[in-house]
C-alpha cells in the first residue's frame, strides 16, 4: 500500500538535501515560513491532539521537503498539481491530515514500538496492544476511504499533464482531480477493498474472547451483561499411549452470552428457560487444566495475529509515510491561509531551463509573512546570463531583493507557489548562500577567514546544475583585496558552468566585471531618486564608484 503524495513513483526519503541547508534556511530567513507553518486550527471533535508535538512536527516537516529539491519537471508539475487540488478542496487535506494524525497518538499510546520489534515474538503483555493496532489501523482505513468517497476521487479523470498543472485548469470544485490524490484513493480502495475489510473485522471479532476482561480494552463494545468465551476446533492425531500429535487449527471463534442472573433477580420464566437449556456449561475446577487452557488460548491467539505481521508492517509503513506527507501539505495551507489573510499574491511557477530566469512583481516572502504587508516587488529578466551583479545604494533593498530570488528558487524546486505575479527558472538542485555574518562567539577564526571557509566548502560540493548567491561577500578585509578573492572565486565558478548571482559593495570588483563586457553578465542597481530617496526597485545600470553612505549618515546623524 503506496502513499506517494510527494513523488509520482516512490515515497519521502530523507536524502538529496542541499549542501549546509541551515546556512540556506538562515541567509534566506526561511525559519519564519516554518514557524508560521506549524501554527495548527483548533483539533475538530473526536480526535486527538498533543498541540506542542503536532505544531512542531508540520515545522519541522515542511522545513525537511523544502530542503530535498525536486530534480525534473515532471516531479515538480505532479506536487504543484496537487497543491492546486489541496487550496481548491482544503476541507479534504486538512481532514487527512487529521485522521493521520489522530491515528498516530492513538498508535503511540497503545505501544508503537512493538511493531518495531519484528524478530520479537508475542507475549502476554503486548498481545492485547497488537490487537488493538490492528483494529485501530482497519477502522483509520476505513475512515479514509469514506473521506475519499465523499470527494468523489473515484470518478475524477487522472489523466492530467504536466502542462495542464503549470496552466491552471478549472477545475470542479469540491472534487479531486488530482493524479496524487485521486490515484491514492484509487489504490486505496484496490489495495483495502470491502471484502479484505469483511474478512479482517471477522477474524478480530473470533478472537475478542482473548480482550474480554481487559479493563485498558475499549474495541469490544462489551458491557456488564456479557461475557466473550472462545470456541476452539483443533484438529490432533493420537498415538500409542495416548500421546497426541502433531495440532493444527480447524476454527476459532468467539461466542457472546449474556450473564445469567442470580436466581433472586430471575423471574420464572427465566428460571425455567434455565433449568431446560440445552447449552453445554464446562466447568472447570483443575487449576493446572485452567492454566494449560489459558495459554491454548494465548498461544493460538498469539498465531493468528502472527499472520498478520507482514500486513501491519505494511500498514505501519502507510501510517508514518501518510502522516509525514499530509504534514508537509497541511502546513503549506497554514501557510496559504496566512497569505489570503494578508493579501500576499502567490503563483505556481513555471519550470524553464538552466539559461532562463525572469519574472514578474518577486517579493521577498519571508518578509510578506513575517509583517503581513506586501513587500516591494521587483521585474528581472536576465536570459541567457549566467552572471548577476547588483550594485547601488546601502539600504536600497539589494538583499531583500537577492534573498527573495533565492527564496523562490527554493519554493519552485520543492514544488510551492512564490511570492511574485509570474517567475521562471531552471532547476538547480546545487543551490548555494553566502551572506556576510556578523562575528560572534561561535567563530574560531576571523570573519575573513570563516567567509573563506565557507567558499571552499561550496567549491567543494559544486556540481551539475549550481547556483549560488553571494551577499557583500568578502566585504569584511580591504576593498582592493577583497575585489581580488571575489573575481578570482566567481571567475573560476563562471568557468565551472556555475550560475551567480552576487550582491556587492566591492565597486572597483564590479566596475572591473562590467569594464569586461562579458556576454554572459548581466548589472542591476538600486533605484535612488535624485533627492536621495530609495525605491527599493533593482534597475539596469552601471555599476557606480558609490555605495551613498553620506546619504545613510545624514539620514542617521543629520548636518
Known sequence: MKVRLLYPDR?????GAYYDSESIITDLGLSILFQVSSRCQEPKAGTVQRADEADRHLGEMLKKVMMVPLRTEEEIYYRQEILRDCMEN???IESLYEISRDMTFRWEALGKQQL????SRDKSANLLSRIEILHLFVNTLS???ALCRRYDAGAADSGGTAADAAGGVTKPAGRLTSRGLVTFCRRLEEDFGEEQEEKIRGILSDIIFYCDGQEEYSLTGSDSKREYISRMVLDCSVSAGMKLG??????????ERK???????????????????REPTLIVKNVDLLEDLKQLNEQITAYIMDSFRPMMDELRDFFEELYTQTAFYQACGNLFTRCKRSHIHLCFPEVGNREQLHFQELMEFSMAVYRGLIPIGNDCNVDGKQLLVVTGANQGGKSTFLRS??????MMQCGMPVCAKAFVSGIFPHLFTHFTRREDSAMNSGRLDEELGRIDGIIRHLGDGSMVLLNESFATTTEEEGSGIADDVIRAMLEAGVKVLTVTHLVAFA???YERQLPEAAFLTAQRREDGTRTFKMIAGVPELTSFGLDLYDELIGE
Open 143 to 145: 475512515r479514509i476511504k
Open 90 to 92: 482544503k476541507e479534504f
Open 116 to 119: 518495531d520489534k519484528p524478530g
Open 246 to 255: 502433531v495440532m493444527s487449527l480447524e476454527e476459532v471463534s468467539t461466542v
Open 259 to 277: 450473564l445469567k442472573k442470580r436466581k433472586g433477580d430471575m423471574t420464572l420464566r427465566e428460571k425455567m428457560s434455565t433449568a431446560f437449556s
Open 11 to 15: 515515497e519521502w526519503k530523507d536524502s
Open 511 to 513: 566596475r572591473k566585471m
Open 405 to 410: 530570488v533565492g527564496i523562490a528558487q527554493v
